[in-house]
């Protein structure tokens, strides 16, 4: 029979003694890191619905940029005149059928050139894509030529109608705008400027009036109320 003496037995407790140490240690790195990952996961959802809406913002208020910068080149190089533009979109294309209308054709690739696409469906409050419309049936106070709405003042602008109350609020934030939002009366964001229509006499006004305007007055862009929907504005073309 073999004896094991003392200084075996008492190597085999040393190891026991290092075993049970070591799977303590891991239980509580493991609890650690269970505590960091879920603190991580709760503060990042906020975070995230954040970085979602600052780009969502981004990527509304560039859109109309774009189309800004094709009228004014249409403008300059081409002398096309703001208040005969076209907003035909490619489905409306063939009613384009000579070359003067091209070539005042926002979205005509002998016109303007500008791009035309719906607005995603996450900045919409219905969740499905967003139709722009691009009129000139308004004023925005305090941009361009102000007074009495008239043909010579009204702007061209591109209305966003029903989009969430979150993507307004990113854009404002970032504007530097209030976020208590105003309603202007007889504002038209849904006519478009195509040649399938003839437009009524401009109506509407953004920015309240020039002797007292609001938060909107002297923005070219932002958001207001229209009826219980956030309508996005910006303005393509002082007037």
């Known amino acids: 029979m073999t004896v094991l003496n003392s200084t075996a037995q008492n190597d085999r407790r040393s190891e026991r003694g290092n075993v049970l140490f070591l799977i303590l ?4 790195l493991f609890a650690a890191l269970s505590y960091a990952v879920t603190q991580s996961t709760r503060s990042g959802g906020g975070d995230a619905s954040k970085e979602t809406n600052l780009v969502n913002a981004a990527s509304i208020t560039q859109y109309p940029a774009s189309i800004k910068t094709a009228i004014t080149r249409m403008v300059i190089s081409n002398s096309i ?9 490619p489905s409306s294309f063939s009613d384009l059928d000579d070359d003067d209308k091209k ?34 049936q308004n004023q925005v106070i305090n941009i361009g030529s102000s007074g009495a709405i008239s043909a010579d003042t009204a702007d061209v602008i591109a209305f966003l109608p029903n989009v969430k109350k979150a993507l307004c609020d990113s854009i404002h934030t970032r504007l530097g705008i209030s976020l208590t939002y105003t309603t202007p009366a007889v504002v038209d964001t849904t006519f478009d400027m195509d040649e399938a229509t003839t437009p009524a006499a401009p ?37």
Request: glycine share 14%.
């Open 81 to 89: 005149s703001p208040d005969t533009l076209l907003f035909d979109t």
């Open 25 to 28: 240690i891991a239980v509580a």
């Open 103 to 136: 070539a005042r054709g926002v979205f005509y690739p002998t016109g303007g050139g500008a791009t035309y696409v719906e607005a995603p469906a996450n900045v919409m409050q219905n969740n499905t894509a967003g139709q722009w419309h691009f009129n000139m």
């Open 203 to 239: 109506t509407g006004t953004i920015g309240g009036t020039q002797a007292t305007p609001d938060d909107l007055g002297g923005q070219p862009q932002g958001c207001f109320l229209n009826g219980s929907e956030y309508v996005y504005y910006h303005v393509l073309a002082e007037r």
